[in-house]
């Protein structure tokens, strides 16, 4: 069975990953179009560079022309906002982006989004799902691509220069260009490249590039830009001197800083610097939105500026939804993703990164001094992160314990109100809370707890994690804001 998570349907590459279940899934969502009669604007396919997502694209594309729905297929890999880019660009009904993003190599998937660039609603999927069900295998309507092509269902674009134009146009880049800043970068062997190079070089910003091949292993690593995974751009970094390291994931939604001193950024720092550099020094004006997951520390920014700061559940549909609601100028969350008013509805780490050279360029800076003049003013918040992993019984076992019999571990810290949105969110009294989670992209158990000392953080995510039983080593650690 197809099932979406918070960031798409993701499975692990021929096993549940498959041409059957690729065929099943643009099957039914053949059918959906054609029940809501939006067959007409067509479908945007792109890809990245795992293994498999360029032949995962024309399956999808054999499917959906088969139908008599027109295609428009990327014809080279693409970062998934410029996919994004391209369903606004179109107008077309929807679009799928092949990734499975910042997962392990064994896996990969597909990302959807609908009319105007956004990821696709929780109704949207769970209609999609109930579409894909229902689908007799021996009904696929199915098109080779050559003839898709002779009959014009298959149209082979390349929104590269419309996209990376409508950044251009969004950022300072003369500032930039008076900046002569040295840039460097790590795609994680990604498909970013392209783009941040070429914007960068435009600004006449000095760029050296690592990690920039083709390798569906992803060098060995997770491709998710974090404190554990980014030991060479700091390298860089800090052998050529450079005033800012900027790293994507496997599809550039996301970004991973390192300052000029070598120093990890947590992206809630990044979060946290950009929305106060809209509201002091561009003079934007209105909220901001985050995940439960995600700093508070973005709540005192934006009351000293009287704005209010919205809280929503994991999945940047909830905080494109909300911005879009609220008027917000910026929307992010704790694993690196954001966007910014005007833009996609979606995260974009290629946008991020050039709205944060600007920032530098504007204030003649580093990074480093910016978010110290931040904590002077609005005090700090340190996350501590931790990952298990667990058996489908295990599963059960802490989703009764937690989220249907409401324990909990007694806490060193007074207790103000408990949410269970979206998981269990614990708000202490003093400032701080705690988060448990089931990843909606992965097996994983996020425990997740922002404190004024980082010392307490840890404390409160261990009593928790022993609360659950949960092993130490199914344990990873992420990174910690200070």
Not at 409 to 432: H, N, Q
Request: net charge negative.
């Amino acid at each position: 069975m197809i099932r979406f998570g918070t960031g798409g349907w993701r499975a692990v590459i021929g096993d549940e990953f498959t041409r059957s279940n690729i065929r099943l899934l643009c099957q039914g969502l053949a059918d959906l179009m054609t029940q809501d009669q939006v067959t007409g604007p067509g479908v945007i396919i792109g890809y990245d560079r795992r293994f498999l997502s360029r032949e995962a694209a024309e399956w999808a594309a054999e499917i959906l022309t088969g139908n008599g729905i027109v295609c428009r297929l990327i014809d080279r890999d693409a970062p998934t906002p410029m996919i994004m880019y391209a369903v606004r660009h179109y107008k077309t009904a929807y679009g799928l982006a092949i990734t499975a993003s910042h997962n392990p190599a064994i896996y990969n998937g597909i990302k959807m989004f609908t009319a105007g660039g956004r990821d696709a609603a929780a109704e949207v999927t769970a209609r999609l799902e109930q579409f894909t069900d229902a689908v007799d295998p021996a009904g696929i309507h199915s098109l080779p691509t050559a003839e898709a092509f002779k009959a014009g269902l298959l149209i082979c674009i390349n929104p590269t220069n419309v996209y990376l134009d409508s950044i251009i146009a969004a950022v300072d880049m003369d500032a930039i260009r008076s900046g002569n800043l040295k840039i460097a970068l790590d795609p994680m062997y990604g498909v970013s490249r392209t783009c941040l190079q070429t914007i960068l070089m435009t600004a006449r910003c000095e760029v050296e590039v690592i990690h920039e091949r083709r390798d569906t292993l992803f060098g060995g690593r997770l491709p998710s830009p974090n404190i554990d995974t980014l030991g060479a751009l700091t390298a860089v970094v800090l052998e050529h001197h450079c005033d800012l390291g900027i790293a994507t994931d496997g599809d550039a939604d996301r970004l991973g800083i390192i300052d000029n001193l070598g120093n990890f950024l947590h992206p809630n720092q990044i979060l946290v610097l950009l929305y106060h550099y809209l509201l002091s020094r561009k003079g934007w004006r209105g909220p901001c939105v985050r995940n439960l997951a995600t700093t508070s520390l973005l709540d005192r920014v934006a009351e000293k500026f009287g704005e209010t700061c919205y809280e929503v559940p994991v999945g940047f549909k909830h905080i494109s939804a909300k911005m879009q609601e609220t008027d917000a100028i910026i929307g992010g969350e704790s694993s690196g993703g954001l966007t910014v008013r005007g833009h996609i509805p979606g995260k974009d780490g290629i946008y991020a990164a050039a709205l944060l050279v600007e920032m530098l360029a504007v204030t003649g800076r580093s990074l480093a001094d910016l978010y110290q003049e931040i904590v002077r003013e609005f005090g700090n918040l340190q996350m501590a992160e931790q990952d298990y992993r667990f058996s489908g019984i295990r599963k059960q076992e802490i989703l009764h314990k937690l989220m249907q019999r409401h324990e909990l571990p007694v806490f060193p810290d007074k207790i103000e109100r408990i949410s269970w949105l979206d998981g269990c969110k614990v708000y202490f009294a003093g400032g701080g809370w705690i988060v448990a989670r089931f990843s909606g992209t992965e097996p994983l158990l996020r425990i997740m707890c922002e404190m004024p000392d980082i010392a307490q953080a840890n404390q409160n995510c261990g009593l928790l994690a022993d609360f659950l039983e949960l092993s130490e080593s199914g344990a990873s650690c992420g990174g910690s804001l200070s």
